[in-house]
């Protein structure tokens, strides 16, 4: 039984749906009732479960051969007590629950403990994860291709992606198309002791590769629209975002522009296969059927 936490988020989702498709049986955790029934509907055993309650994790971990753990992104208070929080709940109930395999969430960059802002998060739940299991691997993808949905409505509707990256800048961006194929991949296989791989998509993209992906897919231009720093917190508050939260977000940026959140020497890389111009066009899709 493989257990998936977070399946109603971005790459926990994706994990879920690729453990299906390859016909295992998966269990996926959820926080209410409700949020299990579509995963009902697909043949998935569904636990009800909070992530930061080791009594509950430890629930939904029994008979688990692998399981997918994550951080889920804060939206309010402090990101670091949180991670400090939801790292020892997992930790302690994949030790109580003897574990074989987890798969862990993580990103690039996360080698650092500072200057990467709420990445730093990740390096918290590394160190909280490490060895709690019998065999355990730390998946550092880049950044999400699917985070562009976020501003994704105005580049369909004006013709311009605001970013916080620089245009030119190219970084390690996948689709979690690929995140969850590869998480689901490792699960599925053997292997002993602490393994951290790190996974781009097929090559490195920047803002500007993005914009014109969206320009190909929409069939007219796109182009970045790059917000300076000192801009950026007015940005984030206008839609609501604590400042806690935002300070730990712009330091990740921050952390982008100055090259600390990249990839880390001796780990073990991998590529996947979605092209950005794939991965773009399913966010247009989105919007465009909620329209």
Known sequence: MHVVFGAN?????????????RGEAVRVAVRRPEQGEAWKARGADVAVASIDDANAVSAALEGATAAFLFNPPPVAGDPFAQATQV???LAEAVRRTHLPRAVVLSSVGAQH??????????????????????????????????????????????GTLPTFLEPDQKIPMVSTIDVGRTAAQLMCENWSGPRVVEL???????ARDVAMAFA????????????????????????????????????????IASGRVARADGTEHRRGTTSLATAVARIITKIQAAT
């Open 9 to 21: 988020g971005r790459a926990g989702g994706e994990t879920a749906h690729a453990l299906i498709e």
């Open 87 to 89: 790292g020892s709940a």
């Open 113 to 158: 403990e500072t200057g990467t802002g709420i990445i730093a998060t990740l390096h918290q739940m590394e160190g909280a994860l490490a060895g709690a299991a019998s065999a355990t691997v730390f998946l550092r993808p880049g950044y999400f291709v699917e985070t562009w949905s976020e501003v994704a409505e105005a580049a369909v509707a004006g």
């Open 200 to 206: 781009g998509g097929p090559e490195d993209w920047s």
């Open 216 to 255: 190909d897919v929409l069939g007219r231009p796109v182009a970045p629209a790059f917000v300076p720093p000192e801009q950026r917190a007015a940005v984030l508050a206008e839609v609501g975002l604590p400042a806690t939260v935002a300070t730990a977000l712009l330091g990740m940026y921050e952390g």
